[in-house]
T-cell receptor
């Protein structure tokens, strides 16, 4: 079944550790996104990529980095995790970046930083 | 600033109709999205409005008034499976989505 996969499903991490969240899509979508979702807040964009080889910063990029070496993969790295990065992380993709390009979401990664 | 406002929680009865309101302020406007999110799951797309008026899709309809910065999602013939959070998101001039915190809809038998 086509879609977006994320790994791991959940993770408990010690503060200061490095962590990479993986995201892969098989829909050949050009655009990909990373969001975090915290209780009582809307989804917040961390980083995005409009096409392979390019990335951009979203609303809350500090402490996170991304790369987009190919169309399918868009990993998110926390260089040195802090407790405030405890959240549910969703990867999403869309065919393009226009208004009619629906974003499709992966199942999410639940990350706890202690 | 950019902002999306929607009620935190609503309760409705199975078989009834419920309207979830959303007001938005975005820098530029390229459309208004509604997503459904069941607890512990990913958001899934419900509707997209960019022109004023009502869009109907089965039991779900979405309305947009650009002059008022207002949208609503109308759910008819409510079923227990409609218990979920409903997320309103406005697309700004950079084609980025600005999300509301979501409305948790509780359906009672």
């Amino acid at each position: 079944i086509a879609g977006i996969t994320q790994a791991p499903t959940s993770q408990i991490l010690a503060a200061g550790r490095r962590m990479t969240l993986r995201c892969t899509q098989d829909m050949r979508h050009n655009a990909m996104y990373w969001y975090r979702q915290d209780l009582g807040l809307g989804l917040r964009l961390i980083h995005y990529s409009n096409t392979a080889g390019t990335t951009g910063k979203g609303e809350v990029p500090d402490g996170y980095s991304v790369s987009r070496a190919n169309t399918d993969d868009f990993p998110l790295t926390l260089a040195s995790a802090v407790p405030s990065q405890t959240s549910v992380y969703f990867c999403a993709s869309s065919a393009g970046t226009g208004g009619t390009d629906t974003q499709y979401f992966g199942p999410g990664t639940r990350l706890t930083v202690l | 600033g950019q902002n999306i406002d929607q009620p935190t929680e609503m309760t409705a009865t199975e078989g009834a109709i419920v309207q979830i309101n959303c007001t938005y302020q975005t820098s530029g406007f390229n459309g208004l999205f509604w997503y459904q999110q069941h607890a512990g799951e990913a958001p899934t797309f419900l509707s997209y409005n960019v022109l004023d008026g009502l869009e109907e899709k089965g039991r779900f309809s979405s309305f947009l008034s650009r002059s008022k910065g207002y949208s609503y999602l109308l759910l008819k013939e409510l079923q227990m499976k409609d218990s979920a959070s409903y997320l309103c998101a406005g697309m700004d001039s950079n084609y980025q989505l600005i999300w509301g915190a979501g409305t948790k809809l509780i359906i009672k038998p």
